[in-house]
């Protein structure tokens, strides 16, 4: 383990239930900077997780059921992408992450566009999502394979 002297400079940041280290250290002689570790399909499948938790602040039941449908799916897909992973099928892999991407944005646009969901929820579910479609999408680009 590295140790990084007093006067560095250091972010880490917590997003969606994934901790994402970027370090920078500067002195007369080194600079050092620790990139983030890749998406896997575990870390992405517990934002999703993470997602749902949040979804419970929001009152109105059918958008509450609606939010959660988006999520369960997504989460579903992730895990069959896993499998066929796994398995060597990349193709299928890709196709089942690019399904739970879809599932991602239609839970963001019901996200934005639900009246009784309050200000400091809505932005805490949209900033999770948008991280964890980021995630999705790096992990699309890795399966990918090319």
């Known amino acids: 383990m590295r140790r990084i002297p007093v006067f560095a400079g250091a972010a880490v940041l917590l997003l969606a239930g994934q901790a994402v280290a970027q370090t920078t250290t500067t002195s007369a002689a080194t600079t050092t900077t620790l ?74 646009h019901s996200v934005a566009t639900g009246k009784s969901v309050d200000t400091a929820t809505r932005a805490s579910l949209i900033a999770s999502a948008k991280q964890t479609r980021t995630d999705l999408q790096t992990l699309i680009k890795t399966t990918a394979g090319h």
């Open 35 to 108: 990139a983030a570790a890749a998406p896997t399909f575990e870390s992405v499948s517990a934002s999703i997780e993470g997602l749902t938790g949040g979804v419970s602040g929001i009152t109105k039941a059918r958008l509450q059921t609606s939010l959660l449908h988006n999520l369960t799916r997504a989460k579903s897909e992730v895990d069959k992408a896993a499998q066929l992973f796994s398995a060597g099928k990349r193709r299928q892999a890709n196709a089942q992450l690019r399904r739970a991407s879809r599932q991602l944005i239609e839970f963001s």
